[in-house]
């Protein structure tokens, strides 16, 4: 017995001390296959966008309805809106001036509202205009609706569409907290806009 345990530890130690398998080689590199050539790009004027803005205006007598229709809304105390935006120009010429009446398009190019620009202060540059009150034109073009888009009603009531539409002493309000929000520095209560 004594005789196999020593065989097999001299088999063991015999196995041990030989050199391992050698590794695999490394793999080599595969060269890259030959990019692609390029295929020929159709010419500039082919190509077109996806999603192409194509306005479909409105006839000027039709757009000019429109905008007469926004115009005279009556508001909450009696007053149109029109009546509600002059007050505003008079009673606040250096904080509020109306900019205009247009017709607003969505993406597809179909008219969506008609929207009412103005600024707040006296930086009057295009730029510094604000365009957020719009009245929604309906698919046959007959009726207008304040344009509040999908919000919860308290949410709803915080729109200036829907302060211009309480009347002119809301309207008023909601300019001179806008403008003390937006063109005063709060903390020197120097004019900035």
Known sequence: MRLSILAFTLAALTACSQDPEPAPAAPTEVPAAPAPTPA??????????????????????????????AQNQKTD???????????????????????GFDIFYKYDGKPSSVG???????????DDKY????YTISA????L???????????????????????????LKDVNERYENECLDYDTKKKIC
Not at 40 to 69: D, G, V, W
Not at 77 to 98: C, I, N, S, W
Not at 140 to 143: I, R
């Open 77 to 99: 105390d009696g007053a149109t809106v029109l009546q509600v935006l002059q007050h505003a120009e008079k009673m606040r010429p250096k904080q509020f001036k109306l900019a």
């Open 145 to 171: 609706k304040p344009d509040v888009g999908s919000i919860t009603p308290e949410e709803e009531q915080e729109l200036t569409v829907s302060k211009l539409n309480r009347g002119r002493d809301r309207f």
């Open 40 to 69: 020929q790009a159709p010419p500039p004027a082919a190509i077109k966008s996806p999603t192409e803005f194509k306005a479909q205006p409105l006839s000027p007598a039709e757009e000019k309805r429109l905008i007469k229709a």
């Open 131 to 134: 365009c957020d009150i719009g």
């Open 140 to 143: 046959d073009h007959q009726t």
């Open 116 to 126: 009412i620009c103005y600024w707040i202060g006296s930086h009057r540059l295009d």
